[in-house]
């Protein structure tokens, strides 16, 4: 290849050099560094809050890491080399059941491990060349910062946002810890993969349901600005439906049970009852005789996924309970029954079964020989012959006064009958829980609440606060379920902040999504005193620009932190809305088409990468592969073509910054001026919409470019050549940091190219030369339009129809035909001429 050839060929590109050189210069110029941590003035356009999900310490960085972070890592550069000031901020998610784990398996204290793995990942990070701003440096096990998860706790329990009740809980056997729902994947622990169980236990939680409806109103703030597929989980997750609640009376009962039916158009069609049999409402209804039957039922219920108990094609089980509900409005008695397709914690935990129009009561209807009414004329075929449910609109019938309504006006008309009889009203249900809170580990917050045999629970007064971790958590085995922190007597006993008998703490720890949910605020002043975050560090660079992460934190994380946000603004203490104004999610980095794992043995390390091709060569080869949020399969990259492309660039630099200057070779200039100056433009397009693989790929056509402007003509030392390797060693910088100042100093320029700004466009190098395009109505020319030479003919004839002498001459009639020759003639063919 000519370009081994140059004076300079025998100097070969080192991907290891100059780390510590560069490493050291940008501590000490501190060029990371926002130039105040904690503004006093609001947040404006030149700000930029850069973040990218913070990691939790298991071991050294792993490829994912990698990925995230030179995602966000060249985010926050490109916005820096822009003029901007950013903060690209870091800390650690450092509680959690891995820590736990590993503690005991190694009897340390999970402290011990915990911390060596912040620090071996803190120098990764500085070797990989992220641009972190270590002043914001903090970690969630910091009882600095827990301090204020029980602050928070107590703020959200104060409005009754935080509540204890007894609940069927997920449970882990293998991790002995409840599980929240978005932990449980198909039934089985996302971590350890053990089926799940339930078990009833007494449990913290947040009330995130009060604001299910806010939650999803409030996305209109995130349209196109968070990938469509998330918004559309979240919105799954919420599941809203619109119904109504009706109140059935149970005869020999006193109270009336209320169900929750998105149909309330079909309560003539209702012919049985069902509740829930893992409820308590089931225990209560159940009547003597059939308790046993009853009994015998719910002790065989295995623990299904919430999916499976829904799913319609499996065979309906359940018991009659030998008691009656009275439909509100007909009369009608209706058999209770218990079966586990209702879900107890889903609307109000009871049904009244329509089986001729929901397919899960038919086929319950079927095996309990139970009747089928058609009360909904759909013209289908009726579902007592077929077995399969009519859903669909049409004409009401054996419904009394509904009889010929359609379905939507029959629903309202039912709702407005239920209300003026007062039996029920219209309603609104989500499919969203309650945060559940509680976990029973050790390796977490402390819950802040003292439990007194005469006060009840009494939370731990906030100058008291951090209820601080016994330390001695490795010796801690729970048996049998209990929490670790059980165990830890003396730390238990405290006296009640309310009566000063003894009393005792909860032993349970948070949710450690609680930490995650809100430490983005604490960035701007991590060692703030008087509260969980400074607020005028808060207004000054909160919300987050720029967030990074995985998309399996859709319904988990990302709803924690919009929720928490919507709480912490209605106490005022912010002033938005929204934690993150724009997502980036990135894809996976996988081997041979699969995950990376252990068992597979395709697992690809980080640090031999590193220690092979060099840091920029892996950055560079994780934006290079595709857009952000597709995955990377390594076995089809090529980090050794990545370091050839550096060491490309590494010698054009060389050779230009070798060369003397030469007088300006004015022709040849113009041309290759105007190459630069697309390709600069293209890449700064391709940057803004983080299209990073285009940026590169961009980057590298003008390697090409400039290398045969140096190896043919004008030659190394003009004037055009000068510029245009100036402007792509300063682009450079963004991906390949560490080959940039290399270059940068190779070009004769003083360190750091970091301060040298991205390079400016010179619009009047863009202009394209113009053809004059005709444009006839019935074949006479009515106007001439300027248009480039390459467009499209959709885009001509769009163009060519705005004229105003067309439309004139058109004179409101339709196009009946258009003939479009790109660039040069339209020709419109009027509908009625
Ligand atoms: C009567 C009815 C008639 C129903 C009909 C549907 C069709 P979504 O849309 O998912 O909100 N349901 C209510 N609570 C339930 C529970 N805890 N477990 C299982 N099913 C439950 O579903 C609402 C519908 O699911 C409700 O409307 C109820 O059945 C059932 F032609 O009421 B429907
Ligand atoms: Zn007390």
Redesign the pocket.
């Known amino acids: 290849m000519a370009d081994e050839q140059g004076p300079t060929a025998r100097e070969t590109y080192d991907p290891h050099a100059g780390i510590d050189k560069w490493l050291r210069l940008w501590r000490e110029e501190r060029l990371f560094e926002a130039e105040e941590l904690t503004p006093t003035s609001p947040k404006d356009e030149q700000r930029t809050l850069v973040v990218s999900m913070f990691p939790y310490p298991s071991g050294d960085l792993h490829m994912g890491h990698a990925e995230v972070y030179s995602i966000s890592d060249t985010m926050a550069r490109f916005a820096r080399m822009r003029g901007h000031k950013v903060l690209n901020p870091i800390a650690w998610d450092s509680f959690g059941l891995p820590a736990e784990n590993a503690a005991r398996k190694r009897n340390l204290d999970p402290r011990d491990w915990t911390y060596t793995n912040i620090d071996i990942q803190a120098e990764s990070f500085e070797r990989l060349g992220i641009s972190f701003d270590w002043r914001t440096r903090f970690h969630t096990s910091d009882p600095e910062y827990y301090r204020w998860n029980q602050w928070l706790f107590l703020k959200l329990f104060e409005r009754g946002l935080a509540y204890r009740k007894e609940a069927p809980v997920n449970w882990c056997p293998n991790d002995e810890t409840v599980l929240a729902n978005e932990q449980v994947i198909q039934g089985k622990c996302e971590r350890c993969g053990t089926d799940v169980v339930k078990r009833n236990l007494t449990q913290w939680f947040f009330r995130t349901t009060a604001y299910a409806q806010r939650l999803l109103d409030d996305m209109e703030q995130l349209h196109g600005r968070w990938p469509d597929e998330i918004l559309s989980m979240q919105r799954n997750w919420i ?1 809203r ?1 619109a ?1 109504a609640h009706i109140d059935f009376q149970i005869e020999g009962r006193h109270e009336r049970v209320r ?9 003539y ?2 012919t049985f009852f ?1 509740v ?1 049999a893992d409820s308590t409402l089931a225990d209560e209804l159940c009547d003597a005789e059939h308790r046993a039957a009853f009994d015998e039922y719910r002790a065989g219920l295995t623990s299904k996924a919430e999916m499976e ?2 799913a319609i094609d499996r065979p309906m089980t359940g018991v009659f309970l030998g008691r009656y509900a009275v439909n509100p409005i007909s009369g009608e008695k209706l058999p209770v029954y218990a079966s586990d ?14 089986p ?3 397919q ?2 038919l086929n319950f209807a079927r095996a309990y020989d139970l009747p089928v009414r058609t009360v ?1 004329d759909t013209g289908g075929p009726d579902p007592a012959d077929t077995g399969i ?1 009519t ?1 669909g609109d049409g004409v009401l019938m054996n419904s009394g006064p509904l009889n010929g309504l359609r379905k939507e006006e029959a629903i309202a008309a039912a709702i407005v009958e239920l209300e003026q009889r007062n039996v029920g009203q219209g309603a609104v ?1 989500y ?1 969203l829980r309650d945060w559940l809170l509680s976990r029973q580990r050790y390796w977490g917050t402390p819950i802040p609440i003292v439990y007194c045999d005469s006060c009840g629970a009494v939370p731990v007064p906030e100058d008291q606060l951090p209820v601080k971790l016994p330390e001695i958590g490795y010796t801690l085995r729970p048996e049998g379920g209990k929490s670790p922190l059980q165990t830890a007597t003396e730390w238990v006993k405290v006296d009640c902040p309310s009566c000063g008998r003894q009393a005792r703490r909860d032993t349970d720890t948070m949710d450690t999504f609680v930490d995650s949910s809100w430490y983005f605020l604490r960035y701007p002043n991590p060692n703030y005193e008087e509260g969980p975050f400074d607020p005028a560090g808060v207004a000054a660079w909160l919300p987050v620009d720029e967030y990074v992460g995985g998309k399996e934190h859709a319904t988990g994380h990302l709803m924690y932190a919009r929720f928490l946000t919507k709480v912490l603004h209605d106490i005022g203490l912010i002033s938005f809305t929204e934690p993150f104004t724009r997502l980036t999610n990135q894809g996976q980095v996988i081997m041979n088409g699969k995950a990376m794992s252990k068992s597979l043995g395709n697992l690809v390390n980080l640090q031999e990468q590193i220690a092979q091709h060099g840091p920029d060569a892996v950055r560079v080869t994780m934006l290079f592969a595709s857009p952000p949020e597709d995955d990377i399969d390594w076995a089809d990259v090529s980090p050794a073509g990545s370091v050839k492309w550096l060491a490309r660039v590494w010698r054009l630099a060389g050779d230009v910054g070798n060369a003397s200057p030469v007088p300006a070779d004015v022709a040849t200039d113009v041309e290759l001026r105007k190459v630069v100056h697309r390709l600069i433009d293209e890449t700064t397009q391709a940057m803004e919409t983080k299209r990073f693989n285009v940026g590169i790929a961009r980057l590298m056509q003008l390697t090409n470019t400039l290398r045969l402007a140096v190896d043919r003509r004008p030659g190394p030392g003009d004037a055009a050549v000068q510029e245009g390797t100036v402007a792509l060693i300063r682009m450079l910088s963004c991906v390949a940091p560490f080959t940039a100042e290399e270059c940068w100093v190779r070009l004769g320029q003083a360190p750091s190219v970091l301060k040298a700004g991205w390079p400016h466009v010179d619009p009047a190098l863009l202009v394209e030369e113009q053809v004059t395009c005709v444009v006839q109505v019935a074949g006479k020319v009515r106007d001439r339009i300027e248009v480039s030479p390459d467009i499209s003919e959709d885009e001509l004839q769009r163009l060519a129809l705005q004229s105003e002498r067309v439309q004139a001459a058109l004179g409101g009639a339709g196009v009946a035909k258009v003939v479009v020759r790109a660039p040069k003639l339209v020709n419109f063919v009027p509908a009625r001429s």
């Open positions: 599941g439906s119904g169900v929750f039916s998105t149909r309330p158009d079909t309560l069609g209702a069902v829930a108990r829904l397709y209702v879900l107890a914690d889903y609307g109000t935990g009871a049904v009244m079964a329509v001729a129009h929901d899960r009561d909904v449910a859903v249900t499919r």
